[in-house]
């Protein structure tokens, strides 16, 4: 098996369906790849609408459902890394979807036990239906022009968020996401694998992760407060960790960490106060 992609949804709505045919149609024959599915949080009438749905799916490509009564995208990752068969690993969110060469073209760039590959991303307004580059489309396209000198620190952006690439299981080995933090623990997570991270590829234009632009957010009603304290905290588990591992992590790396957690809060503060266009 080359590839898991690990699919954490909680009560999820029809755009499930294009996220999981996205996965269906794809280049890379069925056999390379596996889906696993973790419905968390919840029950009927999901788990059983999602196994009925891929009822007439191809044999060759398997599929896994699992369901958990604990809620919390952190540990459904957690539980699909748990059963994940695949040398590389995938995370998609259930409201988006991929391009039809989306697997091949991450696996012809990712290389060995300890790459990383990550891919063009494209978002999905949903409010007026148009497509637009990502906030991580300049970090993509800057590495694209020069893919063999992608590095941890010119990819680092893509070590933000838990998908839109595919990361070599043994990199991510015994490590999984803190269910501790509700906010940044996609980065942590990626951070504490930084140092097994040697080799960074950059998939062609074509393979696209599509992220859809949904009008109800949770972040958006946080209050300040919250969002301070919980920024801090992170900004404290980034230092402990690398204060721990002071002799095969990078500085620099985390140093950004720490200095996006600063950004983050400021920019909040300062939200209200801009003028509206």
């Known amino acids: 098996m080359d590839v898991s992609i690990i699919i954490p949804t909680y009560k999820p709505g029809d755009y499930i369906w294009q996220c999981?045919?996205?996965?269906?149609?794809?280049?890379?024959?069925?056999?390379?790849?596996?889906?696993?599915?973790?419905?968390?949080?919840?029950?009927?009438?999901?788990?059983?609408?999602?196994?009925?749905?891929?009822?007439?799916?191809?044999?060759?490509?398997?599929?896994?459902?699992?369901?958990?009564?604990?809620?919390?995208?952190?540990?459904?990752?957690?539980?699909?890394?748990?059963?994940?068969?695949?040398?590389?690993?995938?995370?998609i969110d259930d409201d988006d979807w991929v391009s039809p060469t989306y697997l091949e073209g991450l696996l012809s760039v990712c290389q060995g036990d300890h790459a990383m590959a990550i891919a063009n991303v494209v978002n999905l307004d949903e409010r007026t239906g148009q497509m637009r580059g990502d906030w991580l489309s300049a970090c993509y396209n800057r590495n694209a022009k020069q893919p063999d000198s992608a590095t941890l620190m010119s990819s680092r952006s893509f070590l933000s968020v838990a998908c839109c690439k595919m990361t070599a299981r043994k990199a991510i080995g015994d490590y999984r996401f803190d269910i501790r933090y509700k906010q940044g623990e996609d980065a942590l997570f990626n951070a504490q694998i930084s140092h097994r991270l040697k080799h960074f590829g950059v998939a062609p234009q074509d393979a696209i992760y599509y992220r859809r632009l949904r009008q109800n957010s949770a972040a958006r009603s946080r209050s300040l407060w919250s969002i301070t304290r919980d920024n801090a905290a992170l900004a404290l588990a980034f230092a402990t960790t690398y204060l721990k591992g002071i002799r095969h992590y990078s500085l620099l790396f985390y140093a950004t960490r720490i200095l996006a957690c600063v950004k983050a809060t400021i920019r909040e503060y300062l939200r209200p106060f801009k003028p509206d266009i």
């Open 20 to 91: 999981l045919e996205s996965l269906r149609d794809q280049t890379l024959p069925h056999e390379r790849y596996e889906l696993v599915i973790v419905v968390n949080g919840c029950n009927e009438p999901y788990h059983s609408q999602i196994l009925s749905h891929m009822q007439a799916w191809p044999e060759a490509l398997k599929t896994l459902v699992l369901q958990t009564d604990q809620g919390g995208v952190s540990n459904a990752r957690n539980l699909g890394l748990d059963k994940a068969n695949g040398q590389y690993v995938c995370f």
